[in-house]
């Protein structure tokens, strides 16, 4: 079972990034074989970006999963753009991909809406380069949160699509999005998801804010009118508070209803706060362990760099070859 996933470079992680995927990412390293996990510099260059705030990014997203469990003996973790072949395979797998379904992609006309400069090309293929990412170590599995569901979709047909024109070449992966956890909200607004764009800073937990910003921001999450600790479709706020507890926890949503049956919001949101700060305070703390030492992290990503492009170079160079691309083997 080979596991693939990526996560762009931001030093803004969020506890939605946490629970959706990278706490999947530490429970694959055990079943992968190997887990992948790849920082995904170039899916960046898409939106406005300021290039030495990139660089650092990928430290601080590097040193992120770090802390958060990933061990370089149990998975290979590296910089996308240390390994060319995604960028190669970006351009062979586009000629497989119909234009259309990029203009249906969700994510693509969220972005477009919002930016008010350039709306860059790369910004239109971004789910091609996430398919070359997939499919360059025929991966079996993509840990991801449901906001990427769509794009995992469009690499499985871009796979069939491509093994039905050039023969069998490309594993077709599988989506595994968590049960609970798969879209936390904003905690100012549970309409939308948590993000890292959002308008209010105190709608998203980053991953480094200290306990007393934590705090806040989960006490101060909007919540409806009435007082019941339950799911429902009119409670978005209390029923992303619930998913919250239940992951942190590891227990049942229905047990954290159970719980607080009776005890009212106040309570319940104590508990939410004080069980995210005990959650994350070992992250933070590891975090500011591993970050300083650049050296040390730029290391690792070379050595996960050259495990990855072992794997990924026969694979694209079949992708070539059986779409005449190059010399004769
Ligand atoms: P990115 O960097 O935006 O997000 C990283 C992971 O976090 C998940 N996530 C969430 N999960 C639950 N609730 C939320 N509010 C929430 N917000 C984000 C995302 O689903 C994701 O799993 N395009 C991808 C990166 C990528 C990739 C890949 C993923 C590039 N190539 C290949 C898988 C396979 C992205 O922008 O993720």
Redesign the pocket.
């Known amino acids: 079972m080979r596991i ?5 470079p ?1 030093g803004r992680k ?1 506890l ?2 946490y ?4 706490r999947q990412y530490v429970e694959g390293q055990d079943r992968g074989d190997p887990a992948i996990y ?1 920082v ?1 510099d170039l ?1 960046a260059l898409t939106v406005p970006f300021d290039p030495h705030a990139l660089r650092e990014h990928v430290y601080d997203t590097a040193a992120m999963l770090l802390a958060a469990g990933l061990d370089t003996d149990r998975c290979i973790l590296f910089r ?1 753009s240390d390994v060319p072949e995604h960028t190669e395979l970006t351009w062979l797998l586009s000629s497989v991909t119909a234009h259309g379904d990029l203009n249906r992609m969700h994510q693509f006309k969220e972005k477009t809406a919002r930016q008010r400069e350039l709306v860059s090309a790369g910004l239109f293929i ?1 789910p091609i ?2 398919a070359a ?2 499919l360059a170590y025929n991966a079996h599995e ?7 569901r769509q ?2 979709e469009l690499a499985r047909d871009i796979a069939v699509r491509f093994n039905e024109r050039f023969g069998e070449t490309f594993v077709v992966p599988e989506v595994r999005i968590p049960e609970v ?5 904003d905690l100012q607004d549970p309409s939308s ?4 764009t959002s308008a209010s800073p105190a709608g998203r937990v980053l991953v480094l804010d200290d306990p007393k910003t934590i705090e806040k921001k989960v006490k101060s999450a909007v919540t409806d009118s009435g007082s019941e600790v339950r799911r429902a479709p009119d409670k978005a706020g209390i029923s992303n508070l619930i998913s919250i507890l239940s992951v942190v926890r590891g227990v049942e949503p229905e047990q954290v209803e159970s719980e607080f049956d009776g005890q009212g919001y106040g309570a319940f949101k104590t508990a939410v706060a004080e069980a995210v700060v005990e959650y994350l305070a070992p992250v933070r703390e590891r975090y500011e362990e591993i970050r300083p030492d650049e050296k040390a992290l730029e290391k690792t990503l070379e050595k996960g760099a050259e495990r990855a492009h072992a794997i990924a170079h026969p694979i694209v160079d079949d992708a070539r070859r059986v779409m005449g691309v190059g010399p004769a083997a």
Do not use: E, W
Not at 142 to 148: K, L, R
Not at 181 to 185: L, T
């Open positions: 693939f996933s990526g996560i762009q931001t969020h939605g990034n629970i959706g995927a990278i790849c995904v899916h996308q971004y380069l996430m990412d997939i993509v840990p991801v949160g449901d906001d990427q794009h995992v956890g798969a879209r936390i909200m998801k948590m993000s890292t």
